[in-house]
């Protein structure tokens, strides 16, 4: 078990390799982390997602008015947050003037307190039940306004879609709209999978106080955290079993059908 453990560690930063080696480009230098484009990415009827329109990051409360003046001149004025109320309440996103701003809580306004993480942490599989049955149970109404804004952004315009870490919610959710564009699972996972390295630094302050209170080592911590291919999978494969397809729920709870999916596709790729 300790040798799958330690092939399953090592085996996350490679994944993630090949999206890494484009980050010069791809991330946004701001005070944020884990604040990158998601364009690039090659689709499988040989196309390429759009640069500068799509972006996903960490909280956003700390920019400075430099940061401020990025945004703005990258044309980000539409922001959609999936933190619950007194999440974003706590750190309110700084955004440029004139943003379109959209809380969408779902699911995380009971987020687990620090005491709650440690008894979540020694009972083990922490993010099993946040991808799996809690990523499927409000992935529609958490996700429905992200889909509803790219179909009728300006074209002079972009997006930007976040949570406190930009790594659980805002990963599910440049998953199913990478999945709309047609960029191959193993390129939806290494983008995934690279906000363990954006993160680093964030989560070596988390994971070590979570450490102390729970008398796990970091290590641990740090394996019960980490974000995991098979974790993305779970979320897949959670929409199929309750929706018969990832379509089905598209179209049924988010109200993406064929045309919306065209649409998506003629925006988004080129």
């Given at each position: 078990m300790k040798k799958l453990i330690l092939a399953i560690t090592l085996?996350?930063?490679?994944?993630?390799?090949?999206?890494?080696?484009?980050?010069?480009?791809?991330?946004?230098?701001?005070?944020?982390?884990n604040f990158r484009d998601i364009g690039g990415y090659k689709t499988t009827d040989g196309k390429e997602v759009v640069w500068g329109k799509i972006y996903r990051s960490a909280a956003i409360s700390k920019l400075t008015e430099a940061d401020l003046e990025l945004l703005d001149k990258k044309g980000i004025h539409t922001v959609?947050?999936?933190?619950?109320?007194?999440?974003?309440?706590?750190?309110?996103?700084?955004?440029?003037?004139?943003?379109?701003?959209?809380?969408?809580?779902?699911?995380?306004?009971?987020?687990?307190?620090?005491?709650?993480?440690?008894?979540?942490?020694k009972n083990g599989n922490f993010l099993g039940k946040m991808y799996g049955s809690d990523g499927a149970?409000?992935?529609?109404?958490?996700?429905?306004?992200?889909?509803?804004?790219?179909?009728?952004?300006?074209?002079?315009?972009?997006?930007?879609?976040?949570?406190?870490?930009?790594?659980?919610?805002?990963?599910?959710?440049?998953?199913?709209?990478?999945?709309?564009?047609?960029v191959p699972q193993e390129?939806?996972?290494?983008?995934?999978?690279?906000?363990?390295?954006?993160?680093?630094?964030?989560?070596?302050?988390?994971?070590?106080p979570l450490a102390k209170m729970s008398g796990l080592t970091v290590e641990a911590v740090e394996k019960e955290m980490a974000l995991r291919p098979e974790l993305l999978r779970d979320f897949f494969n959670e929409l199929k079993k309750q929706y018969g397809s990832i379509e089905n729920f598209l179209q049924q709870e988010l109200a993406i059908g064929p045309k919306e999916i065209t649409i998506l596709r003629a925006t988004y790729t080129k």
């Open positions: 085996l996350i930063p490679i994944i993630a390799s090949a999206q890494l080696a484009d980050s010069s480009k791809r991330l946004v230098h701001v005070n944020a982390a959609v947050d999936f933190r619950g109320t007194a999440e974003s309440a706590a750190a309110p996103d700084r955004l440029p003037k004139n943003t379109d701003y959209t809380l969408c809580p779902a699911g995380s306004e009971n987020l687990p307190d620090a005491a709650q993480m440690v008894a979540l942490l149970k409000y992935a529609g109404d958490r996700y429905r306004t992200l889909f509803m804004k790219l179909l009728t952004l300006d074209k002079k315009e972009a997006v930007l879609f976040h949570c406190t870490g930009g790594r659980d919610r805002t990963g599910m959710a440049t998953a199913l709209l990478l999945y709309i564009l047609k390129t939806i996972e290494a983008d995934y999978v690279a906000s363990n390295v954006y993160l680093k630094e964030m989560h070596k302050n988390m994971f070590t």
